[in-house]
């Protein structure tokens, strides 16, 4: 194998296969048609001499070979991309921070970490980038994003608990004040990957209750419209027009749920005037909840 060129593009369609466990849901992490990927893995698959993956019905898992690979390239992407940034911020013209939110967040949170961040920036322009947790992990690592925060940090080693997220189940008016839950359980929840579907699946099997998945949508106003339609329960950070939250019975208790501040290396000293920011909005939704 002396000699040879990797193609980062062909990296990152393969870590991501890995990540997002298929082509199917790379491709849309990536933006890339499958078709794209699977030709990604074909020319990666032929450079190596050995193949990645072993098709299991219609998923796809890592051969012994396609583990080490794994493990190896995660590194020489990383360097890859770390080393981009670096030259590109380099060159004098740094560009706004990137900062990067799931979307849970962006009604209760956001004004007060802008206003934390742009204190600190001193003048620098600010954007917002709203997304699911793991393609924050992803597009910091590739430094799309100067800082994120996150529901599930995935593997990045230098993750930060920064506070707490209080989640609560959402339904319709009649939902949520009918006196029993209905069964079979009609679960409402994201597409996956997704932390927070996982922690709504957590929590009903701590409480007994099998649930039947009735909707799922990879977007915030795909959930909240399909509760507000009746087709069932979702556990959010907070509701919306036409959604009530559940206030007794087993689901009235509050699920609460880490959050976690993902920061390039040179954005270090940010991490504590978030985490302050991050209280103070948490704790004041908290204390306007109760009132």
């Known amino acids: 194998m002396t000699g040879v060129d990797l193609d980062p593009a062909h990296l990152r369609s393969f870590l991501a296969i890995v990540r997002f466990g298929g082509y199917h849901r790379a491709a849309d992490a990536l933006h890339l048609t499958q078709p794209a990927v699977s030709r990604h893995i074909r020319r990666l698959e032929e450079q190596l001499g050995e193949p990645l993956f072993a098709r299991r019905g219609r998923g796809v898992q890592l051969t012994l070979f396609g583990e080490r690979a794994a493990a190896e390239l995660a590194d020489v992407l990383g360097a890859h991309d770390r080393a981009v940034t670096r030259l590109e911020r380099g060159r004098g013209d740094a560009g706004p921070f990137v900062l990067g939110m799931i979307e849970n967040l962006v009604d209760p949170v956001l004004p007060d970490l802008l206003g934390v ?49 209080t989640l609560r189940w959402w339904a319709t008016p009649a939902l949520a004040a009918a006196p ?54 979702a556990l959010l950070a907070a509701g919306a027009d036409g959604l009530r939250p559940v206030t007794h019975g087993p689901l009235a208790e509050k699920v609460a749920s880490t959050l976690w501040l993902l920061l390039a290396p040179e954005h270090r000293a940010l991490a504590q005037p978030l985490r302050a920011a991050l209280w103070q909005a948490t704790t004041r939704r908290t204390l306007s909840a109760a009132a």
């Open 180 to 233: 029993a839950l209905l069964e079979p359980f009609p679960l409402v929840a994201y597409d996956p990957p997704c932390g927070l579907r996982d922690l709504a699946y957590a929590r009903l099997h701590e409480l007994g209750i099998e649930p039947t998945l009735t909707a799922e949508s990879a977007h915030l106003t795909g959930v909240q419209g399909a509760v507000r339609n009746g087709l069932g329960y």
């Open 117 to 165: 961040v742009r204190e600190q920036l001193a003048g620098r322009p600010v954007q917002l980038r709203v997304d699911r947790s793991l393609e924050l992990v992803e597009r910091l690592r590739r430094g799309e994003v100067d800082a994120a925060v996150v529901i599930d940090p995935g593997d990045t080693p230098s993750a930060l608990e920064i506070g707490r997220l």
